[in-house]
């Protein structure tokens, strides 16, 4: 069984009840074990996702010894990266719990080394949007060689190389004997979504998560972190954003456990980016600023609710300028947690049935000549991409933005989430449609695992998807792409 075929199955399978005992062996991520009689007689190389070019000339193996091999670099100083990923890996190249036998026969050929030869010899901070993960890994005898431009390359080339490990009958690490791989990244953004306000999930766990995303080269983690239901972001600006937006003391995010996963998902070369959304979703948000919620009105009295139209008060009143020193504020809390150059401000499902029916509101957009409820998205909408702007943030937006007929500026990325499946167009249109316009785009519509038939299995469809079937967008460089996890 591949491991890494898996292994980002591990957290959607533990929290709908399936026992850890049972994941075990995919969690630790045992290199494979040999099934044939003949070792050099590995069917296929088992690797996921598969590389643009592989060469097997491979007419046996080589015997990789716990006593015997090393990892080495050609960086002149040390860089904590590639230090804490040689470590890592050499766990899981020789796991403490497995028996290994460490020696070497005479008949064995040793693989010695492996080393790094990397181009760009800066040890990077953070990764973000420009970095370089392409590498090249040969395989032979005495000493092999992963070459890559950057750290990150690197760190892709490493995993491949633990995924071409596996177990002899004789309890040896090998790895066949002449291998040549070339491999960069079809989409710059492979990214998992996490859903974390609705169903907290421990700060382990997420570790857990950010393991699997990287024996699969994920590269980045967009956290969900705060909705409707709960704040568990601890703001130290607003304390009572946590103390009353979190579900128990239990279910709270500090940003030193904040400033841990950043540190973990670092390591691996993966990016965190955070997500605040407004002006809808953002209950537990009103829980510590009722006053910049909107009161919705029905027969000329406020705090009515309609049922399947508006509750009491929901979304933020744009029309309050109180309200924007405020979000500055909490953004800027996030710049300083957040290390990456993005940030997500959501803008989904923004409905205008409690604006349309509170008339302070109609008064208001009365005054500024404003005709069109699109008019008062787009100017909440612009007011707060301006304080990001003013942040030095980049931004992404779900697509409702775009659909609502709000433009923003051309470095936006839009995220598409909606679909057929679910009552709109085909996710094709919308890629066409905003890429054609200028815009990045970050598909997420036919990766919604949350969606589940049961009584089947249906993991496979998921793989069946191409981006670019059926494309005439401007860009497919502009184009990237993110799996919807949020566990609900």
Known sequence: ???????????????????????????????????????????????????????D????????????????????????????SIKLYTKIFFPPKFDFDPTIAETDIALNE???????????????????????????????????????GALKGLETFSQLTFISEDNKLIIKDSIEIKDSPRFSYRGILLDTARHYIPVPIIKKQLDAMSYNKFNVFHWHIVDDQSFPFES????????????????IYTQKDVKEIIDHARLRGIRVIPEFDSPGHVESFGRTFPQFITVCW??????????SV??????????????????????????????????HL????????????????????????????????????????????????????WQDVYDNGVRPEKTTQIQIWKDEAIGFSKWSHYLNDITSNGYPVILS?????????????????????EPMANFTGFNQKMIYLLIYLPLL
């Open 445 to 465: 519509s036919p990766w919604y695992i949350n969606f589940v038939s049961y009584g089947f299995q249906e993991w496979y469809k998921h793989y069946l998807i």
């Open 298 to 307: 029905s027969d000329g009295k406020p705090y009515q609710a309609i049922y």
């Open 310 to 343: 508006h509750g009491e008060a929901e979304i933020l009143n744009p029309t309050l300028d109180g309200l924007y020193p405020v979000l500055k504020d909490v953004l800027s809390e996030y710049k300083e947690v957040f290390q990456d150059e993005y940030i």
């Open 236 to 251: 130290l600006k607003y304390p009572n954003l946590t103390q009353k937006g979190k579900y128990t003391n239990a279910h």
């Open 1 to 55: 069984m591949n491991k890494n075929l898996l292994g980002i199955v591990f957290v959607v399978l533990f929290y709908f009840g399936i026992s850890e005992s049972k994941l075990f062996y995919i969690e630790v991520k045992y290199p494979l074990l040999n099934v044939s009689s003949n070792q050099t007689k590995v069917v296929q190389l088992p690797l996921w996702p598969a590389p643009k070019f592989i060469k």
């Open 346 to 397: 959501g803008m989904d499902e923004v409905y205008y049935d409690c604006w349309k029916s509170n008339p302070n509101i109609s008064e208001w957009m009365a005054e500024k000549n404003m005709t069109d409820y699109h008019q008062l998205e787009a100017y909440y909408s612009s007011k707060i991409l301006q304080i990001a702007k003013d942040l030095n943030k980049k931004v992404t937006v």
């Open 57 to 84: 000339s491979s007419k046996g193996v080589l015997v990789v010894s716990q006593n015997a091999f090393k990892m080495t670099t050609n960086l002149p100083q040390s860089c904590d990266i590639m230090e804490e």
């Open 114 to 152: 492996l080393n790094f030869e990397i181009v760009d010899q800066f040890c990077p901070g953070y990764p973000n949007t420009s970095i370089d993960e392409s590498y090249e890994l040969v395989v032979k005898s005495g000493v092999s060689k992963i070459k890559a431009n950057s750290v990150w």
